[in-house]
């Protein structure tokens, strides 16, 4: 460790939170590692969920996909957001599963299969009722045929059928059977027109835990295997959060009563006191709303955020002793909460956002940690 400001990612947590994934959903795990895994290094979180039983992966993008591939990862991944110009070419030569979710899509991929004389590997994302990506449902008879006469062609291979919940976090909602009533559906349509799929993905991270029903083949959770949990009022599912943010304690300086703190003194010492500089702002994730409001925790003890959160450091009150804080003590930022420190959720819930957020926010000048799966170490995913 080199940094003053570091994220210590578990893979032990990310390896146990594979097996409470499959234990409770009763389904093969398609580990999403998009985002960079949301923030914990794509590539050591991809290798610890594949060593703890995860079958397959998932990404949004087909650079992200590329990535594994080049780094020696050959398990089954797929990819499933794609820009006007995405690079299919280069997916097919990577036998990256292709996930279409319009006939645009379809048709470039069916191209690029033919100009490489191979047969491209594709999922048909369906719009079930998110509204977001997917074919849409006035469109879904000319792709299902598009599929069947390319599948027939051997220009495509359809290996699977996947859909969106938009309510999963909301386990008894009616739209969530109907989705996957629809996707049901959708899946014997291709099945009549003989264009497979070989298997069905329904459920996130909420629905892996709390609908079994709805698991279908595979399970596609995102932020559950980071440890975060997707519906807080349920508990926690016996998860582990995987992330550690912590930062040095750079400076230490003593302050009168009547001085102000950071960018226009938006806080005023109300008597003698000690601040400490930590060495992490919002170029690293530490959101500026949090000012006033973050607590931090050094050597067991909490310490509030005062002053306004800078680009590269913040400041905690010590009070009038210092805390028995010295410079060169480590302020973890967030973590596990185990221990009553802060969790990313608390900062989530300080400004009114979610906890995927938070991690997925934490920026590269955060040196990555891996502790745990056989594979201690420092790098950067």
Sequence with gaps: MTSALTAT?????????????????????????????????????????????????????????????????????????????????????????????????LAAVIDAARRRSETATVTVKVDTGLNRSGVAAEDWSDVAEMLAKARADGA?????IMCHLARGDEPDHPLNSLQADRLDEAAADLRRLGAGPEVMHIANSPAALTRPDLARDLVRPGIALYGRTPIPELGD???????????????????????????????????DTRIGVVSAGYADGVPRLLSGVIAVRVNGRTFRGVGRICMDQLVIDLGADGGGVREGDRAELFGTGRDGGPTAKDWADAI??????????????????????????????
Excluded: C
């Design 156 to 160: 495509v291979e359809v290996r699977a």
């Design 9 to 105: 990612i578990d893979l032990d947590a990310i390896a146990h939170n594979v097996d409470v994934l499959r234990t409770t959903a009763g389904a093969d795990v398609l580990a999403v590692v998009k985002a960079d895994a949301y923030g914990h290094g794509a590539l050591p979180v991809a290798r610890a969920a594949l060593a703890a039983g995860a079958t397959e992966l998932g990404v949004a993008h087909i650079t992200e996909a590329l990535a594994l591939r080049q780094a020696g990862i050959d398990a089954h991944v797929t990819s499933w957001l794609h820009g006007a110009r995405a690079d299919f070419d280069s997916a097919i030569a990577h036998d990256i599963d292709i996930a279409v979710s319009s006939s645009r899509q």
């Design 237 to 271: 599912f016996g998860l582990v959060p995987a992330m550690t943010l912590e930062a040095d304690i750079v400076l230490i300086k003593e302050l009168a009563a009547g001085d102000g703190v950071s960018y226009n003194h938006t806080w005023i010492a109300p008597s």
């Design 352 to 381: 009114g956002t979610i906890d995927y957020e938070i991690v997925t926010g934490i920026g590269r000048r955060a040196e990555r940690v891996y502790v745990g799966g056989g594979r201690a170490g420092a790098g950067h995913g």
